[in-house]
C-alpha cells in the first residue's frame, strides 16, 4: 500500500521566544515493513540544527527555533509503501543490545497493577499467544480515552486509572512484557484510519521481541498487530526515547501546539 | 547538587583504617631498615644538613603561599562551608626513573584498555558476548548511559583525563585503587606544590635533577585539541565547564582554564548555534570544539539526562552525536570506574591488551557470589565493605574501626542486597616521612598521577599528587579529615 502523509505541528508562543530548542523525531527509514520514497522534514521559524542517527536508530533533528519568533511549524511529510507482514518486523537490530529492552526505565517501572496483568506471561510456552491475550487484557482494563493521562503519566498509574490511549496501552504492554523477560520496546508512527483522511493524531504502539520471530509489533488500542497501514517512525525504550517532538525552552509565556495529520493511500 | 568530581580533594572511599604499629609498613626513605633508599639518598643528605629552624620558618611560609595563590577547598556537610587550606608537607615523596618508568607503563596499558572497554561497552559488547564480564553489570548500572550506545566520540577517545589512586605497599608493590574515569580533580595541588617547593628551596633543584610538571597545563590543552572534531580548524576552541563558584573544585577549575588558555564556562553561558556549542564572549558568540566539563554526566543536558540542571547545555548531546563537538570525559565513561567493573580490571585488560595487568589490583570480593559472601560475612572485622555504585566514601563498613554492633547491623543490609556490596582487605599503605617538631615522622601516603588520553598517546605527568595522612598511624589521607599534600618528585635518570 502507498500511503502518503503530511504531518505538521505548530507551536505559538505567547511571548517571543528567547531561546527554545525541539529536538524532532519524524523521519522514516526502511525496514522490512516498509519503503521510504521520499520523505522531507521542513522547519518554518526555526533553523536545522544537527542531525544524527540515535541509540535506537532513529533519525533525530535538533531545531533551533528563531529568537524573537512566535511561532516554529515542523512539517513532515513524504510517500512510504508498506507491506503486510502479519505484524513481523523480524531480527533486523539496531546499535542497542537486547536487554537494553529489557530494562525498566521511569514511565515503565512496574508496580502491583502491572505485576498483575503481567503474571499470566509467567511460564508460558506459547508466548507470542501469550503476548495477543496480554494485549487483549490490557484493552479491556484500560479504556481508550483522553484527558486522564498526559505524557509523563507512567504505565502503572495508566492501568491503575483504567482510561488511557496509545501511549498509555503500549507503555502498560511493554512494562509487562520486560517482567516476563521479553525484550520490548515502543514504537511512534501513523495509523491510516480507514474512514477518514484526516487523522486525530500521530500514533503509538509496543513491540516484543521472541527468539523465533524477531520483533512482532502489538498495538493494543486496536487489538491488531500492524499491518500496511501503519508506517513507522521511531522506537525506544518508552515515549521519551521515541517521542515525535521533545523540546525545552527558556523564557515565560503559554505555548499552544497544533498538529495536523494527513494519512492516505 | 554534588558533583562526584570533588573526590579527590574533599572524601575519598580508602580510610584504610588499619591499627598496626607503624614498622610494620614499608617506608619509601628508609625502606625496610637503617638504609636511605637510594631515590631518597641526595635528599637525605641534603636534609641532614639543613637547620630545623630554618625549614621549621619555611613550612610556615609555605603556608603564606598558598593562602595568596587562593587554593582552598571548602568542606560538605559543613554549615559555615569554611574554605580551608590543605596542609602542605615540606619533605618531598621521591620516585625513581626505574620505579616510575615501571609504574608509567602499567598505568598507560590500564588507560588503553579502560578506552578499549567503554568503546566495546558502547558498540559491539565483544567482552560481553565473550562472557568476560556478566551482562547483568553494565545492565543494572546506573553508570551505563544508552544514549551513547552506537556513537563514537572524535578521536575514539572517552577518558581523556585520568586519575588512576595507587597504594603502595613494598619495594614493588603498587595497587590500583581506583580508576576515576569522570574527569578527576586534583591536578591543581600538583602543579602548586611544585611552584611552592621551587620557591622555597631553590638550590635543592639545583642539586637534584627532578622531572618537571609545570608543562602540564600545556600538555592538557594539546591532548584536548588532537581530540577535537574533524569539524574544528587547525586550532581548536577549548572551554571549561564548571558548575560555579559554589563548587568545591572551583578553584581548580579556573586554574586549568587559565593556565591553558581556555575559557571559563557555565551552562548559561552555552548555546546551540549554528550546528555547534557556542560560548557567550564580549565580542558575541564563538564555537567551542572541545569541552572540558566539571560537572556529572546526569546535569549535562536537561534535554536528554536530568531535566531540572541548570548547570548543563541543553542540546549538547544531540551536536556530540552529529559530530560537532568534543566532550571530555565522555559521557557514559563512568561505566569503567565502578566497583564491581573494578574488580574485572585484570580480566578487562588480558582481554583488550593481550597481555597481564603490570600493576595489581587490590582482591575484591563480590558479594553477590555466595562464596564470597560467606567470608566477606565470616571475616567482616578485617575487611572494608563498599557500596557498588556508591561514590564518596558512604554507606561503607571499615570492618577493623567499626564496633561489634555496627558490623552486625551492616551484615543484615549484606545479607538482604548481597549484589549491592564489594569487600577488600585493609591495605598496609607505604610511609614518607613528614617534617614535625623539626624532625622526621613516617604518615601513611597514597598517589593520583594525572593521565592524558589522545589519538597522539597517552602522556602521564611525571609524579602527580601525593596525599599523605597528618596524623600519626592514620590511615586516613582524605582532605577533610585531616590529610595533606606533599610534592611528588620523579627523577631524572
Known sequence: MQLTISHTTIYTYETPVHYALQRVRLTPTDTTQQKVHSWSLSVEGGVQEAQYLDHNRNLTHLVNVDQGGTEVRLTATGTVTTMDTAGILGHMTGPAPLWLYKRETALTEAGDTIRDIAAPLRGSTDMLAALHDLSARIAEAVEYGTGQTWAQTTAEEALAGGRGVCQDHAQIFIAAARLAGVPARYVSGYLMMDDRTEQDAGHAWAEAHLPSLGWVGFDVSNGQSPDERYVRIASGRDYTDAAPISGLRQGEGDERMIVTLQVQQ | ?493
Open chain 2, 1 to 493: 547538587m554534588r558533583a562526584r568530581d570533588n573526590t579527590i580533594v574533599l572524601k575519598h572511599d580508602h580510610p584504610m583504617i588499619k591499627s598496626m604499629t607503624a614498622d610494620r609498613f614499608f617506608d619509601e626513605m628508609t625502606g625496610a631498615g637503617e638504609d636511605i633508599r637510594q631515590p631518597y639518598a641526595h635528599y637525605h643528605q641534603w636534609f641532614s644538613q639543613q637547620d630545623a629552624d630554618r625549614l621549621d620558618k619555611k613550612s610556615r611560609e609555605a603556608e603564606a603561599f598558598f593562602r595568596r595563590s587562593g587554593i582552598t577547598f571548602n568542606v560538605y556537610g559543613q554549615a559555615d562551608a569554611q574554605e580551608r587550606l590543605i596542609p602542605f608537607d615540606l619533605v618531598p615523596r621521591i620516585l625513581g626513573s626505574q620505579e616510575w618508568a615501571r609504574l608509567a607503563r602499567g598505568i598507560e596499558q590500564r588507560v588503553a584498555a579502560i578506552n578499549a572497554f567503554i568503546h566495546d561497552i558502547y558498540n559491539r559488547q565483544e567482552i560481553l558476548r565473550a562472557g568476560r564480564v556478566p551482562v547483568e553489570l553494565i545492565a543494572n548500572n546506573d553508570a551505563f548511559l544508552p544514549q551513547m550506545i552506537g556513537f563514537t566520540p572524535p578521536g575514539k577517545v572517552y577518558t581523556h583525563i585520568v586519575g588512576t589512586d595507587l597504594v603502595r605497599t613494598g619495594e614493588g608493590e603498587f595497587y590500583v585503587l581506583e580508576d576515576n574515569a569522570r574527569t578527576p580533580s586534583g591536578v591543581s595541588y600538583m602543579l602548586e606544590n611544585r611552584e611552592t617547593m621551587l620557591q622555597m628551596f631553590p638550590e635543592l633543584f639545583s642539586k637534584i635533577k627532578v622531572k618537571p610538571v609545570s608543562d602540564y597545563p600545556k600538555n592538557l590543552r594539546k591532548s584536548l585539541a588532537a581530540c577535537a572534531p574533524l569539524s574544528a580548524g587547525t586550532k581548536p576552541s577549548i572551554a571549561v565547564l564548571t558548575p560555579g563558584i559554589y563548587n568545591s573544585a572551583y578553584f581548580e577549575h579556573s586554574f586549568l582554564a587559565d593556565q591553558m588558555g581556555a575559557e571559563l564556562v557555565e551552562g548559561h553561558d552555552l548555546r546551540v548555534l549554528d550546528g555547534h556549542i557556542a560560548m557567550r564572549t564580549t565580542q558575541g558568540y564563538k564555537r567551542v570544539d572541545v569541552l572540558y566539563r566539571r560537572i556529572d554526566d546526569n546535569f549535562l543536558d536537561p534535554l536528554t539526562f536530568n531535566p531540572e540542571s541548570m548547570l548543563g547545555v541543553p542540546g549538547i548531546m544531540d551536536v556530540y552525536r552529529a559530530g560537532n563537538i568534543t566532550i571530555a570525559n565522555a559521557p557514559g565513561a563512568g561505566i569503567a570506574d565502578d566497583k564491581a567493573i573494578y574488580s574485572y580490571m585484570p580480566d578487562i585488560i588480558e582481554f583488550y591488551m593481550g597481555e597481564k595487568a603490570i600493576l595489581k589490583n587490590v582482591e575484591t570480593w563480590r558479594c553477590g557470589e555466595p562464596e564470597s559472601l560467606k567470608y566477606v560475612l565470616d571475616n567482616l572485622a578485617d575487611l572494608v565493605v563498599k557500596e557498588v555504585h556508591g561514590s564518596g566514601g558512604y554507606g561503607m563498613l571499615v570492618g577493623p574501626a567499626a564496633t561489634k554492633a555496627e558490623r552486625e547491623a551492616f551484615a543484615e543490609k549484606l545479607r538482604a542486597r548481597p549484589g549491592n556490596y564489594i569487600a577488600q582487605p585493609t591495605l598496609s599503605l607505604s610511609t614518607v616521612p613528614i617534617f614535625v617538631d623539626k624532625g622526621l615522622a613516617p604518615r601513611h601516603v597514597d598517589l593520583r598521577p594525572f593521565v592524558l588520553v589522545s589519538p597522539q598517546g597517552i602522556n602521564i605527568a611525571p609524579g602527580g599528587l601525593t596525599r599523605v595522612a597528618l596524623t600519626e598511624g592514620s590511615l586516613v589521607v582524605n582532605s577533610s579529615q585531616g590529610g595533606g599534600t606533599k610534592d611528588t618528585w620523579v627523577l631524572e635518570d
